[in-house]
């Protein structure tokens, strides 16, 4: 993609956000917002000394340890007012607590509306006690995670870098949290990758407006007159708090439209969608992902299964299903083998016969249930190829290794994608993203237009990533979808192990002995 074409995305991406945190009344939850930090901030100090104090740590070494972390958060000059915070006696400190407790409830309330609103959603359930509750619970852990974050800031810096070098993930990880945890379930929540950048850009711009507050703040305090010095201070947080402010809603808004389709789009696509699945010896597993597709809330689509030459009943299997399904189904015979063949027989039989949207799956994987609808509503949203989530089975009871590292190690490997040469070609007009076969859908269009799916055999390479290269040759109009979601087997995982399944996905860097072993079919317990 050129750089005219970047920028020209990236400037419609700001517009999106920009728009969502307009219509949204912004600025206004950024001066609520700022209200209740400032509210928060000195019961926030009493709470930490009277817990400090009471696990033995004396009054002096509390003030060294805020200080140390006011210095990296706040401006210049703003952290020295830690410096005069006395304990006092216990009884103060308990109605201090008190207080604390009231105003973090505010601080969590104008937070959670603020996010709420910048991802779409309705400030309340409905039901205020249940919503109380909810903000209560927010609250506790928020009030944790601050305390944590300070003494971690306070302990790296130590009159060293290493306390901003440090503040900045904590900063970014807190923010994201607050993000996906104080928005609803559902439409509008950030995705953790989205909230996580968003995130990081505005720990980023944070550090940023507090360096570049620096001067102002050792400006006032160097007037002689204490009033002018006491408003000038005053007036200086007030800024800058509201400026904090207003760079988290905002990137809670670009965090929350990171999925929309960036850029507007001359005509939708929409008609007739078949979805297509390949199936080689599959009979053990094709009945469930038939299962799956019978269960979508949209049944208005064919399937066609292609039959690669299976030498089980996989076939007839199909065909019994497709005498009572709730939607046509086709069974195709394609002999010549290979995954990709079998993909590119089922698209273009699919398109011959009307189709105007494609889906594809494959016969080990259970779509969810909203996997036909969300499709089509992507792709009538001015998408040309989608690109899907791939979730660990559930009914093959995943291990936290299966169900959390692994595909974290499949999206690092997804960001070393972007930054292969072959995958940063001048031709290319969208960006790369991880793209798996058994989770896309596609316009027949633009089937057609790129060539389709390589026909290949499966050891022979990845026919996903060649489609979707193809593809960014000829469209700007690629979405990667994290709604868009597809069950997957672990039936390869735990037959070749994690590094033998990467390397496998990996240009095929791993082959097994003989070609019919890429074919797994048992899944291991």
Not at 59 to 80: C, F, I, M, Y
Request: hydrophobic share 50%.
């Amino acid at each position: 993609m050129g750089k005219r074409m970047l920028a020209r995305r990236a400037w419609a991406r700001v517009m999106v956000a920009h728009r969502r945190y307009a219509s949204a009344n912004g600025d206004a939850l950024a001066g609520a917002l700022t209200y209740a930090l400032l509210i928060s901030a000195a019961p926030f100090v009493a709470l930490a000394t009277l817990v400090l104090g009471g696990l033995g740590v004396s009054s002096r070494t509390v003030a060294a340890l805020l200080h140390r972390a006011a210095g990296v958060v706040l401006p210049e000059h703003v952290a020295a007012a830690v410096d005069g915070i006395q304990p006092g006696p216990v009884a103060l400190r308990v109605v201090l607590v008190a207080a604390l407790l009231w105003g973090s409830l505010r601080l969590v309330r104008a937070l959670r509306t603020g996010v709420r609103a910048m991802c779409g959603q309705p400030a309340g359930s409905g039901n205020p006690v249940r919503d109380a509750a909810r903000d209560v619970l927010l609250g506790v852990v928020l009030l944790a995670a601050m305390a944590v974050a300070t003494v971690a800031t306070a302990l790296a810096a130590g009159g060293s870098g290493w306390g901003v070098l440090l503040s900045l993930p904590v900063l970014a990880v807190l923010l994201a949290t607050a993000m996906v945890r104080c928005s609803w379930r559902g439409d509008g929540r950030p995705r953790w990758p989205a909230a996580l950048r968003a995130a990081a850009g505005a720990a980023v711009a944070l550090h940023v407006l507090t360096v570049a507050a620096g001067p102002y703040f050792a400006a006032a305090s160097a007037l002689h007159a204490t009033l002018y010095r006491s408003a000038g201070a005053v007036v200086g947080v007030l800024v800058w708090c509201n400026m904090a402010c207003r760079i988290v809603l905002r990137a809670a808004a670009w965090a929350s439209t990171a999925d929309a389709v960036p850029a507007p789009v001359p005509t939708a696509v929409t008609g007739p969608l078949w979805v297509v699945v390949p199936a080689y010896n599959e009979a053990t597993s094709i009945g469930a992902t038939l299962g799956a597709l019978a269960l979508q809330t949209d049944l208005d689509f064919s399937l066609v299964v292609v039959d690669n030459a299976s030498t089980d009943s996989t076939a007839e299997l199909v065909r019994r299903f497709g005498s009572g399904a709730p939607f046509p189904v086709t069974v195709l015979d394609e002999a010549e083998r290979g995954a990709g063949t079998a993909a590119d027989a089922g698209f273009r039989y699919a398109v011959a016969h009307g189709a105007v949207l494609l889906a594809r799956t494959d016969a080990d994987c259970l779509p969810a249930p909203d996997w036909v609808a969300r499709a089509k509503a992507l792709l009538a949203g001015g998408a040309e190829l989608i690109c899907g989530r791939s979730v660990p089975r559930r009914d093959e009871q995943p291990t936290l290794t299966e169900r959390y590292l692994f595909p974290a190690a499949v999206r690092m490997a997804a960001w070393y994608g972007r930054l292969r040469p072959a995958h940063r070609r001048p031709e290319y007009r969208a960006p790369y993203v991880l793209c798996h076969g058994h989770n896309l859908a596609i316009t027949a269009d633009l089937y057609l237009r790129c060539g389709g799916t390589s026909r290949i055999p499966l050891h022979a390479g990845s026919e996903d990533v060649e489609l979707l290269n193809r593809a960014r040759r000829h469209t700007d109009r690629i979405v990667r979808d994290e709604r868009l979601v597809v069950y997957n087997s672990l039936r390869r995982l735990r037959a070749w192990g994690p590094r033998r399944t990467l390397l496998w996905y990996w240009d095929r860097r791993y082959l097994p002995a003989h070609e019919d072993a890429a074919h797994v079919r048992e899944v291991a317990a």
